[in-house]
């Protein structure tokens, strides 16, 4: 949540022009507000307003602004409504300290109390101004602006970056204090910002940062300094090969749709990170194991409801999975040093898994693995061992591709694990990977361009839908979950995920005539299903079936759209197909009611607060 850029330059006076052009890679992480504080001549231009990037450059012409550093923040509300007065920047007591952050501040309303008493005029309701603050109080006792920033953090307490300055200083100091933060040289100018995305515009020579770190950017370099005791670290730049474009829409509507048609490179692309030399070490550390846990929270968490399906019918291990907030108060009291976490996120920075992380590392709880797809983000410097997604970029709020390859991600170690300790049969689990190798990717496509059409049509039947069911059986479990996860995030639909057994001890009794409850399955479950669709037509409900064709399950459907039909495939291929016509229904009927997908309201990409 919330994103912020600082940049400094050295010749050029265009710095609203640069900030709005790599800000503006931000946008999925927040756009409740937007602000730019631009600095010329010794006197901060701060514009700032309630919107997207686009709806505030347009208002407040900010790439226009004049300058040759300064501030930018996308912000996602936590602490204030998103008001023009909440949005950052913020200028500390007068208009010389200006600044930004991202993270939650959790002693606001002490810090805030000690400040008003102190004398400062604390303006907003936002957390951020008191980081600006926090300095320009440390500034009047040393006179020296590095040592304020360094000495603001112990007033500081939660975890936030932010990026500060001064407007007679030409530097720009950042902190990171447990959100990300990563810095960019470019000739004649540097960068600071949440995320790569926002660097790259500027240069592919980065520098990624630890907590407890600090940083000075000038025109021509980035010194990095531990803010303990304020020594210089060395850093030198490394090139990143991310390439630029992917944050790009190419040629697509909007970035989801664009992220669905992905999957099946994602799937041939995790495929190869799976099988290189480096799986013998994921291996080896489930094995090594005497207890697993599967920790993850949104669609990471329901891409690992699906992997502990894998896990105990491949394998034969038992998962436990709990979503980032529950895991310590439902398996804190019974993990020990021989014990295998398991943490799965997008981002890498989600801070319900980042605070598992410590746990674990704090207690000695055994090991981490993490499964991310930020390269360069706190899960991948802090876990054990890291699995790569493979995904490239996901830009769009609602996860798409990340959930399909971390579903890949967990059948493939599975069937490899149940290999090697004989939980099945050898060339069993030779054939299905085999299967995922060679016949995902084109799978992946046939289901994109059969259901495409379907589900578009089905959305249209939908427009006044405002509440429904979406049921799952064994594995499709997790892929109902997800299902309805997406309708609900995008559509602003009620949409229940849940399981298929389940609906008939109390859901059920929701049901009238026409009442919609999509039923996910796999060719192996259908007999099963069969009995949960039925409990629902006798009530005269809509059932709509996701799913491979089959001749039993075709009179259940009153229209041809209503059966969202997946190619003929492996049981074991079936959930990770059925996904593909709920993501798609779903970006057709947000679309269709007018929501941008891409960036439904109240939500961010990158969830950094408690
Ligand atoms: O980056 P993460 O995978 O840790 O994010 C977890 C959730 O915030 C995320 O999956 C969220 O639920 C998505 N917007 C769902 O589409």
Redesign the pocket.
Known sequence: MCGITGIVTQNSDNIGELLVRCSSKLTYRGYDSVGVAAVRNGAVDLRKDVGTIEEVNELLGLSSMKGDRGIAQLRWATYGAPTKMNAQPHFGCEEVFYGAHNGNLHNYVEYKKELIETGHIVRSENDGELCVHAVDKYYEQTGDMFEAVRLSIQDLKGAFAYAVGRADEQEIYAVKMGSSLVAGVADNATIVSSDLPSVLPLTNNVIYLADGEMLVLTPHDVKVYRIEDGKQLERVPQISYVDARAAEKGGYPHFMLKEINEQPKVAQDVLGILESSKNEEWLKLIENASRHYLV???????ASIVGTYYFNRLAGIPMLHAI?GQFQPMYGTTMDEDSLSIL???????K??LNVLNLINAKHYGKTLGV???IGSTLMFQADSHIPMACGYEVS????K??FSQSIIFAYLAAKLGERNGHIDSSEAKIFINQLRNDLPSLTQTTIDRTGILAKNLARTMMDVKDLYCLGYGFTDGVAR?GA??IK?ICYNHCEGMYSSEFKHGPLSIVTKNYPVIFTTTTEDSWMVINHINEVKARHGRTIVVGEFEKTLEPYVANKHDYLEVPKSDVLINPLLDVIPLQLLSYFLSVDIGINPDLPRN?S???TVD
């Open positions: 993850a929270c949104g669609s990471s968490y329901n980032g799965v996120s997008q981002s890498g920075e989600t319900d898994i991310l797809n930020v709020v609602p996860a798409t990340t959930y997800e996860l997406k995030e939500l990409k990158t969830l």
